[in-house]
């Protein structure tokens, strides 16, 4: 299960830097990045969806470290269930930034419910 909580805190890194990354290479200079940015140049489209993506990770990822650290402690959790969600919630998350960065509508819809679905079984797993 730690590996798994790693590796969706990797995921959720990913989503910080992602929005920076865009911008930088879409800049046209390096002068911009280490200035102070008192004027920040309005992003472009995809690091406006990047940053969104961020938000919305960071309205889930409290979520998921909760189920995980339970299931760690929690004696009777049923460990493979758990690991099951908890590598759904990872990679659907993952899947989730890079379609969202991308504009795809359906398929960003689906990665994020089978992301909760993950978690609901992390929950499930703890009974």
């Known amino acids: 299960m730690l590996i798994w909580i790693l590796a969706g805190l990797a995921v959720f890194l990913a989503n910080i830097?992602?929005?920076a990354v865009i911008f930088f290479v879409q800049s046209e200079t390096l002068a911009k990045h280490v200035a102070a940015r008192d004027d920040d140049p309005e992003p472009?489209?995809?690091a406006a969806r990047a940053r969104r993506s961020l938000a919305n990770m960071q309205e889930n990822m409290p979520f998921f470290l909760t189920l995980g650290v339970l299931a760690l402690i929690v004696e009777g959790t049923d460990m493979g269930q758990a690991i099951l969600g908890a590598q759904l919630?990872?990679?659907a998350r993952a899947a989730f930034m890079?379609?969202?960065v991308t504009g795809v509508p359906w398929l960003r819809s689906i990665a994020y419910l089978v992301g909760i679905a993950g978690c609901f079984m992390m929950a499930a797993a703890l009974v």
């Open 17 to 19: 830097f992602l929005p």
């Open 44 to 46: 472009s489209v995809q």
């Open 89 to 91: 919630f990872v990679f």
């Open 98 to 100: 890079v379609l969202y």
